[in-house]
């Protein structure tokens, strides 16, 4: 829809596949009589980043070009070129519900062992520390990999609160272009990512000890507990991080999609989960799910 609006049908051909199923034309793909795409591409122009960059893949889809398009004599131009990923420390300790407030702090509730997005204009928070870069990939050459790092980031703004570290990327679109999702960046879809930690009371110019890891679509971020105590100016809130009923059932859901994906790996029972995903989205009230909770595994399965 988007080409036909601006008159390009003719010049803009839109192939409705998954990147790695293309077929492709030239020489040593020669056994193919009808092919995706028939000459290499001069340019690649990656559009896979979800709040904390990598998510949606974009490292392996870099190797596939590098492996399956590119030759010595014909290397296409990568759009992005390479990503920085950046962390802050913030203080976001909501009592509000829309217009309603409730007395306490929300972050109990809003808990989740994974970074999930999140759009800071639209939310009241102290920054804690200055950016930091925690990643930088050049996707001419990175691999998807399993990485991990300690990072020792020092606490500005007077101190406060730490409850979470939010991240956000900035892309090197060329020599001289570059875009970003930070929380000073004009707003975009994509917003920023956040992850809630155990709160920790941080005293200016203390060095708060985060830990990051990623293996190679995702990214985690955690604390060395053990170097707190030792460390002045951080002392930990006894308050609880989580609710431990939230703890309970998503341990139980991370359980369950772990035994769905063993299954899959026999081709009838992948058809037959497929097929579960498809009933469900369609009609969720018949098994007792939310629109947009089912609609959201039948993605996360078709996305696998």
Excluded at 95 to 120: A, H, K, M
Excluded at 202 to 211: D, R, V
Excluded at 246 to 260: D, M, S
């Amino acid at each position: 829809k988007v080409v036909a609006a601006n008159a390009l049908q003719d010049k803009v051909q839109v192939i409705c596949k998954e990147p790695r199923q293309l077929t492709f034309g030239w020489a040593e793909y020669s056994g193919k009589d009808i092919a995706d795409l028939s000459e290499r591409p001069d340019v690649v122009v990656f559009e896979l980043f979800d709040c904390a960059c990598i998510g949606e893949g974009v490292l392996h889809y870099s190797k596939f070009v590098r492996y399956a398009i590119s030759t010595p004599r014909k290397v296409p131009v990568l759009i992005p070129r390479a990503v920085r990923i950046l962390a802050m420390l913030v203080e976001l300790r909501s009592t509000r519900i829309d217009e309603i407030d409730v007395g306490g702090p929300l972050n109990v509730y809003r808990w989740s062992p994974e970074i999930t997005s999140i759009d800071l204009s639209r939310e009241p928070y102290k920054p804690l520390s200055d950016p930091v870069e925690v990643f930088q990939f050049d996707l001419t050459m990175a691999e998807p990999e399993t990485l991990g790092r300690a990072v020792d980031v020092p606490v500005t703004n007077g101190g406060g609160i730490v409850s979470a570290v939010v991240v956000w990327f900035e892309l090197q679109l060329d020599d001289e272009v570059g875009w970003g999702t930070g929380p000073t960046d004009p707003s975009t879809h994509i917003g920023q990512g956040i992850q809630y930690l155990a709160e920790i009371k941080a005293a200016e110019g203390a060095s708060y000890p985060l830990t990051v890891a990623t293996r190679g679509a995702d990214l985690t971020f955690g604390i060395r507990e053990e170097e707190v105590p030792r460390r002045p100016g951080l002392t930990v809130l006894p308050l609880p991080r989580m609710d431990p009923k939230w703890v309970e059932h998503y341990k139980k859901a991370e359980e369950l999609g772990r035994g769905l994906l063993r299954r899959m790996e026999v081709a009838a029972e992948f058809r037959a989960v497929s097929s579960a995903a498809v009933r469900m989205a369609i009609q969720p009230a018949n098994f007792g799910l939310e629109g947009t909770t089912a609609a959201r595994f039948g993605h996360t399965m078709f996305s696998l």
